[in-house]
Each structure stands twice: as structure tokens, then as C-alpha cells.
């Protein structure tokens, strides 16, 4: 399920991912979620594990390395 960021939103705590769909039956609330809450519906929804894994660890961690560069 694909969740735009205008119909979705997600958290991330430690390595758990939280998302919810928000749904509004308003004009107004369609353009953005924020101005009208009270019409709003909130619907825990699970994300594809490719898109957690993609929010948890965004950036691949580099081994680190040291010393210079031999000629």
C-alpha cells in the first residue's frame, strides 16, 4: 500500500515503524490534513517491509577507515 504524505503519516521509534492512513470526507482537509482535524479518520495501516527497512535505516552505515592512502 502506497501512503502519500498528504493521506499518511509515519513515525519511527528505535527500529519499530508506526503509520497511519488519514482519511477526510472535506475539501478543505484534502488540501491539507492539519486544517481541518475534526473530520478526520485515522486508520492504523501496516507498511511493505522494504519501505520500514528503507525508514528505519535510511543511509547504509560505511565501515570506517583510517589512515592515508599508500602511493
Known sequence: M???EAYGRRAV???????????TD???GRVDWRSDRDSHR??????P????????????HPTPVSGTPSS
Open 2 to 4: 502506497r501512503v502519500d
Open 13 to 23: 521509534v528505535g527500529d519499530r515503524v508506526f503509520a497511519v492512513a488519514i482519511h
Open 26 to 28: 472535506t475539501a478543505v
Open 42 to 47: 485515522y486508520e492504523p495501516i501496516d507498511l
Open 49 to 60: 517491509e522494504p519501505t520500514n527497512k528503507a525508514l528505519v535505516d535510511p543511509v547504509p
